[in-house]
C-alpha cells in the first residue's frame, strides 16, 4: 500500500523555535507538496518540489523554507514560528494523482 | 490565474438519499484534470473522483459521479445512496496540463462540509 508519511500528527511549539514538519514517501515519485488547511480557506501552496534539490514557491510561502536532501523525504521548516502559522499541514506526492499525508495540526503559542 | 469556486459551505443529505455538491472553476486552458477529494474527520484525503478534461464521458467511481461541463466551466459531485460514512469535508480541486506551465500542484476550493443523517 503506497504511503506519504507526515512524522507528527499533533505539534505544539513556541513563537519563535524553529520548526521542523517531517513528510516521506515510498512511491518513488518526483513531484512532492506541501499544503496549508485552514478553515474557510480550503488547502493553499506553500512549497513544491520537483526533483531532489529543486524548489518552487506556491501561494504563500513567507514565513516558510524548504528542503529536499533525497527524494522521498520533503521537510518544511517554520524559521522562526509565529502564532498565525498555527494550522494544518498536509504534505502530497504526486505522478498524475496527489496521495495525501495524515496531516500534522500545529499549534504555536 | 485559475480560481476554484464551491459554493456550499454546508450540506445535509438524509441516508439513502442523492446529495449533489456544486463546483465551478475559471481557466484559460483547454487540457486540464479536475478531482473530488474527501476529507472525513480521520483528517486523510481521499480522491473520490478524477476527470480529464479532453474526456467529454463523465467519470463515474461507484456511487460517485460527476457532471461535467466545460463550456459552463463547473464540475458537479453527485453521491447516490448516501451513507454515514460519507459524511467529511469534501474539496474540488483543479490541475492544469502542462503545456499550460502547470508544476502538478493543485488549486483547491474551499470545502463543503457534508453531513449524512441517520
Known amino acids: 500500500d503506497v504511503k506519504v508519511t507526515q512524522s507528527s500528527r499533533y505539534l505544539v511549539k513556541r513563537t519563535g523555535e524553529k520548526v521542523f514538519l517531517e513528510c516521506v514517501q515510498d512511491?518513488?515519485?518526483?513531484?512532492m507538496f506541501w499544503y496549508r488547511q485552514d478553515p474557510g480557506l480550503g488547502l493553499r501552496l506553500i512549497y513544491f518540489?520537483?526533483?531532489?534539490?529543486?524548489?518552487e514557491k506556491g501561494d504563500i510561502p513567507e514565513g516558510y523554507s524548504v528542503s529536499r536532501e533525497k527524494k522521498e523525504r520533503f521537510s518544511l521548516i517554520l524559521e522562526s514560528a509565529s502564532t498565525n502559522q498555527t494550522s494544518m499541514y498536509l504534505c502530497?506526492?504526486?505522478?498524475?494523482?496527489?496521495?495525501f499525508g495524515s496531516g500534522t495540526r500545529l499549534t504555536v503559542v | 490565474a485559475q480560481t476554484v469556486t464551491q459554493s456550499q459551505p454546508e450540506m445535509s443529505v438524509q441516508e439513502a438519499e442523492t446529495v449533489t455538491l456544486s463546483c465551478t472553476y475559471d481557466?484559460?486552458?483547454?487540457?486540464?484534470?479536475l478531482f473530488w477529494y474527501k476529507q472525513p474527520p480521520s483528517r486523510q484525503m481521499i480522491l473520490v473522483i478524477r476527470?480529464?478534461?479532453?474526456?467529454?464521458q463523465n467519470a463515474t467511481e461507484n456511487r460517485f459521479s460527476v457532471n461535467f461541463q466545460k463550456a459552463a466551466k463547473s464540475f458537479s459531485l453527485k453521491i447516490s445512496d448516501s451513507q454515514l460514512g460519507d459524511t467529511a469535508m469534501y474539496f474540488c480541486?483543479?490541475?492544469?496540463?502542462?503545456?499550460?506551465?502547470?508544476?502538478?500542484?493543485?488549486?483547491f476550493g474551499k470545502g463543503t462540509k457534508l453531513s449524512v443523517k441517520p
Open positions: 512511491m518513488d515519485h518526483e513531484n
Open positions: 476527470q480529464e478534461a479532453y474526456k467529454q
Open positions: 502530497a506526492s504526486s505522478s498524475k494523482v496527489h496521495t
Open positions: 480541486a483543479f490541475m492544469g496540463g502542462i503545456y499550460g506551465g502547470s508544476q502538478g500542484n493543485l488549486i
Open positions: 481557466t484559460s486552458e483547454s487540457n486540464y484534470y
Open positions: 518540489s520537483y526533483d531532489v534539490k529543486m524548489k
